[in-house]
Each structure stands twice: as structure tokens, then as C-alpha cells.
């Protein structure tokens, strides 16, 4: 069985692929050049599997989505007192180029630019040469996307030529004392940041390192702490998505953090990491149809952190018993679209064929709607495949057994489904 969530990636892509609302950046020269066509989604669980459908591997430039990350590695670095003294935590409601500062001459976050070059100047410490401290944070973005990454350096000249703006911003924090580099300095190592060059794979992988407590999922290196992560994704939900962060939260729900190429990354803390490309910005400087594939899977998948449905504790695969004719798959726990994902996981490695195969409910104490109708896709694919599918559901949880191939999955009783020499 090939497990289906790709499947369901591209149908999302698909839904919004008409839309054509929206202006790609042209501020930053290069940028303007980018095609505005560009899409693809990438979703990666905290278990380390990921998926991917369109322009996944398309390589565009991080930009504001670096924010969080550095922000993350300055707080490794110094904790948190410490990078409290020089920005704070607050949501701004400005734009992301404002030259604002709270009263005490801080910026009052790290998401917005001014907090963001602030931040990139606490990055191996206040003595590094601009090289150093850009290759800091080179070699830690590699490992937060588990291959080496590089600064698209045509695109970072490209920007300095035209960074009036944040010039004036990294005078204004050097004439209040917050930062001590040059201004010049200042704009180079966090352009440079900027331009480090990913594609949807990369950041769904770096997404999930923050929703996984640090530990990267893919490599199982352990980069950041857990409190660190939390930290990250706590100011992410507040201030991540400029002056649209409150309707985000309310509509989206899920941690996020835009950049003008078209980038955009939402984290669900201790489930999964996803990532789009899609290069038409709406006023605020957030992807149109990135907000879009966010505000579906959202409510389709049921991933509103708000939710009152998010539960979860439990492994969703109790056990799995099989000899050479029967399967028996039992399942339990709150299954919503994590857990679903870690059940076709497991059907799609276990590559069974030609198998009595029973997927087990008696254990399961909720069913999301995303849950049901994805493992009755599996269960499809398992039964085209040549195995002959059936559902123990004694509570009733499947409410709609109906495939769709115009079939309806068959109830089965457990004792149908015995393997010799197991303990039920
Ligand atoms: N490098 C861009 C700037 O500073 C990043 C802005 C963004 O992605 O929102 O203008």
C-alpha cells in the first residue's frame, strides 16, 4: 500500500491552484523575477516521515523565515534573559520593515526586522567578523534541514542594493547603543541570513525539529533544547505573521512564520511541521495561496492548536499480529490526523499482500473526521492490492463505511481475526 497522504497534499494544491490574487515581492530586485506560478506543500511528522507534493524541491530564498530559527540559536546561545536585554516578546501589529522600538529603545520583537537584526548580532557573540557569524548560522541551518545549505549570493547583493530600509533601522539601533557592528555590517550578516537558499522539503524538516523539541526527526540529532523550542514557537504564534498574527491565530491556528519569497512554515508543537511555496504576497507580506493551503489543512485536518479536539498520548498502533493469511491491526487512543498518519505509516511498511486484514477500533476512544476517511483510503489501497479488508468497530466510530470505490468496508468480529498463539 502506498499511504495516500501525498495524494491528499496534491488535492490541496489542486484547490487552490486557480487562485491568482496576490503580487510577488519586487522591493528585493531578484525576487521580482521569481515565478509567480511557483507551488508546493511539504509536511513532516515529529516520527520523522515526510511528504511532499508539487514544486517541492523548487530551492527559494528563506528570508523572514530565518527569524524564528536565529532566534531560537540566540537563545541557545544566551538564554533568555540575555536576549531579553536587547529585544523583546511583545506582538508589534506593524509592518515587518517598521522602524519601530518600544520605548526603551528595544524592538519590541524578534519577527519584525528590527528585532530580527538584532538578534542576528547576537550570534557568535559581539566580536564575530560578519564571515564568521554568517557561517554560524549556515552550518546551523544545514543541520537543521539535514543538508548543507548555501547564500544565494546573486540575491543577497541583489537586496543590499536596494536596503535603504533596513539600513536605516540597523543607524537607528546603533545610535540607541542596542546593536555595536556598523550599520553596513549589520544589513550584511542579516541579508545573508535572508538569502540562504531552501526549498518546502528543507523547512518542513526545520518546522518539525522546533514541533519535535529540538531533535532534528529526519537525522535524530539533537540541536535545540525543548524549553528553547518553546520559546520559539510561543513568540512564532503571537508575532509571526506581521500585522495579520491575530487573524492567523484565530482563523489558521497553528504557529507560523512567512517570508517575502513566498515561503511560509507552520509548526504544531509535538506533532509535525509543514511548509509551502507559493511567491504572490497578499498586503501583509504572507503568501496568498500559503495562507490558503494553511486555513484548509486546518480545518480539514483538524490542526487548530485552539482545538478541543487535540488529543493524543498514546502510540494509535497497539499491536499488529499477522501469520501467513491474517493481519489484525489494532488501533487505540484519540485518533486525529497525527495519529492517522503513524497507522498508514505502518500499513505502507508492512507491505501486506493477500492478507485477511482487520483494522481493530475496540481501543480507539475518538475518531476525527481526517482519521476516518484516510485509513478507510488505505484500507482501498490495501484491498486493490489483493488483501481482503474489514473493520472491528463494536462502538461504532466509522460512521460512514462507505470506500471510494463504491464498495462499503464489511464489519468483522475480533474473534474472526485470531492469530494462533497471541494473547488478545
Ligand atoms: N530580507 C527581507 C527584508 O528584510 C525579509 C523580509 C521578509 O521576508 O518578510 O526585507
Redesign the pocket.
Known amino acids: 500500500m502506498k499511504t495516500p497522504i501525498p495524494f491528499y497534499l496534491d488535492k490541496i494544491l489542486n484547490s487552490v491552484r486557480d487562485e491568482d490574487g496576490g503580487e510577488v515581492a519586487d522591493y528585493i530586485p531578484q525576487l521580482a523575477e521569481a515565478n509567480p506560478d511557483q507551488l508546493g506543500v511539504a509536511l513532516c511528522s515529529v516520527t520523522g516521515h515526510l511528504y511532499s507534493a508539487g514544486d517541492a524541491e523548487n530551492r527559494f530564498t528563506i ?2 523565515i530565518s527569524k524564528p530559527f536565529i532566534y531560537a540559536l540566540a537563545l541557545q546561545e544566551l538564554g533568555l534573559n540575555e536576549v531579553c536585554e536587547v529585544v523583546g516578546l511583545e506582538p508589534s501589529g506593524q509592518a ?2 517598521e522602524l519601530s522600538l518600544a520605548n526603551d529603545h528595544r524592538p519590541v520583537n524578534p519577527m519584525i ?1 528590527a528585532g530580527a537584526i538584532v538578534v542576528n548580532q547576537l550570534i557568535n557573540g559581539v566580536d564575530s567578523s560578519v564571515e564568521d557569524r554568517v557561517e554560524r548560522i549556515r552550518s546551523y541551518v544545514s543541520k537543521l534541514a539535514g543538508r548543507e545549505v548555501d547564500v544565494d549570493k546573486r540575491l543577497c547583493d541583489s ?1 543590499l542594493e536596494n536596503a535603504e530600509r ?1 539600513l536605516s533601522i540597523a543607524h537607528m539601533l546603533r545610535s540607541y547603543g542596542i546593536i555595536q557592528d556598523d550599520a553596513h555590517d549589520a544589513v550584511l550578516s542579516y ?1 545573508s541570513q ?1 538569502a540562504l537558499s531552501i526549498d518546502v522539503r528543507d523547512l518542513a524538516v526545520m518546522s518539525a525539529t522546533l514541533a519535535n523539541g529540538g531533535r532534528q526527526p529526519v537525522t535524530g540529532e539533537k540541536i535545540l533544547d525543548a524549553d528553547v523550542c518553546r520559546l520559539t514557537l510561543a513568540v512564532m504564534s503571537s508575532c509571526g505573521m506581521y500585522d495579520g498574527a491575530g487573524r492567523w491565530m484565530a482563523e489558521v491556528g497553528i504557529p507560523a512564520k512567512s ?2 519569497a513566498g515561503g511560509l512554515i507552520g509548526t504544531l508543537p509535538g506533532q509535525l511541521g509543514v511548509a509551502t511555496l507559493s511567491p504572490r504576497l497578499d498586503e501583509q ?1 504572507n503568501s496568498v495561496r500559503g495562507t490558503a493551503i494553511f486555513q484548509e489543512l486546518s480545518s480539514d485536518m483538524g490542526l487548530h492548536l485552539m482545538s478541543t479536539d487535540n488529543r493524543f498520548g498514546v502510540h494509535p498502533v497497539r499491536s499488529v499480529d499477522e501469520d501467513d493469511e491474517t493481519a489484525i491491526i489494532r488501533l487505540q487512543g484519540h485518533i486525529n490526523f497525527t495519529a492517522t498518519e503513524a497507522i498508514l505509516h505502518e500499513l505502507e511498511e508492512r507491505q501486506f499482500s493477500e492478507k485477511r486484514l482487520a483494522l481493530d477500533f475496540s481501543q480507539v476512544s475518538g475518531l476525527h473526521q481526517v482519521g476516518r476517511r484516510m485509513l478507510k483510503e488505505g484500507l482501498r489501497r490495501l484491498k486493490e492490492e489483493g488483501n481482503e479488508v474489514a473493520l472491528v468497530d463494536d462502538n461504532g466510530l466509522v460512521t460512514d463505511r462507505a470506500m471510494s470505490d463504491g464498495t462499503v468496508l464489511p464489519l468483522a468480529d475480533k474473534e474472526d481475526y485470531v492469530i494462533a498463539g497471541e494473547e488478545v
Open positions: 528570508q523572514s515587518f520593515n526586522n537586496e533596513n541579508v535572508c517570508g517575502v507580506g
